[in-house]
T-cell receptor, first 116, second 115 residues
Framework: AQKITQTQPGMFVQEKEAVTLDCTYD???????LFWYKQPSSGEMIFLIY??????QNATEGRYSLNFQKARKSANLVISASQLGDSAMYFC?????????????FGAGTRLFVKA | DAMVIQNPRYQVTQFGKPVTLSCSQT?????MYWYQQKSSQAPKLLFH???????NEADTPDNFQSRRPNTSFCFLDIRSPGLGDAAMYLC??????????????FGPGTRLTVL
């Protein structure tokens, strides 16, 4: 079974609009961390935002926010006021305590295209 | 700035000719990782080190080896590259200790071409 599911292979958004990238996860571990990374065409993976399983509030980092719905096991990334530079691949990822906290499991990714 | 550095950024090798990719970090992190990423796919973990403890993923081919001589450096050796090994290789670190809350810091990657 997929641990991290990103159902949108590609997404288009108009510049300055908000966009939501979907992510659902599967774990029986009560303690886990959820991450979003951005990968531009240059190849470097850039950390965007983190949500801990025990965090009561949704994480926010500038234009990025994470819509964390624990009961539904979803951790969607919301990008507000999209910019052309946001065009990239976006990966949702999870780390679980029961794997020693080392191993990060990545989803298949969503490619975001921002239109001018 | 503290960072993760990978050299070279682009590597071209011939089929079967050994190649070594290098990674260094100035973050003093305990954990270092090597990932293989093929076009439009998620990164695939090959192995990781926690300090000097080496952890190989079960499906990592024997063709791939790694060395970590000290905290700062980690090497990926591909003993006999095949055409299927052409990919982007990403090095990452996390720390200072193992913790599910720690994000990974990635290097810029080495793009390997096998002729």
């Amino acid at each position: 079974a997929q641990k991290i599911t990103q159902t949108q292979p590609g997404m288009f958004v108009q510049e300055k609009e908000a966009v939501t990238l979907d992510c659902t996860y599967d774990t029986s571990d009560p303690s886990y961390g959820l991450f979003w990374y951005k990968q531009p065409s240059s190849g470097e993976m850039i950390f965007l935002i983190y949500q801990g399983s025990y965090d009561q509030q949704n994480a926010t980092e500038g234009r990025y926010s994470l819509n964390f719905q624990k009961a539904r096991k979803s951790a969607n990334l919301v990008i507000s006021a999209s910019q052309l530079g946001d065009s990239a691949m976006y990966f949702c990822a999870m780390r679980e305590v029961n794997t020693g906290g080392f191993k990060t499991i990545f989803g298949a990714g969503t490619r975001l295209f921002v239109k001018a | 700035d503290a960072m993760v550095i990978q050299n070279p950024r682009y590597q071209v090798t011939q089929f079967g000719k050994p190649v070594t990719l290098s990674c260094s970090q100035t973050l003093n992190h305990n954990v270092m990782y090597w990932y293989q990423q093929k076009s439009s796919q998620a990164p695939k973990l090959l192995f990781h080190y926690y300090d000097k403890d080496f952890n190989n993923e079960a499906d990592t081919p024997d063709n791939f080896q790694s060395r970590r001589p000290n905290t700062s450096f980690c090497f990926l050796d591909i003993r006999s590259p095949g055409l299927g090994d052409a990919a982007m290789y990403l090095c990452a670190t996390s720390g200072p200790e193992r913790d599910i809350n720690n994000e990974q810091f990635f290097g810029p990657g080495t793009r390997l071409t096998v002729l």
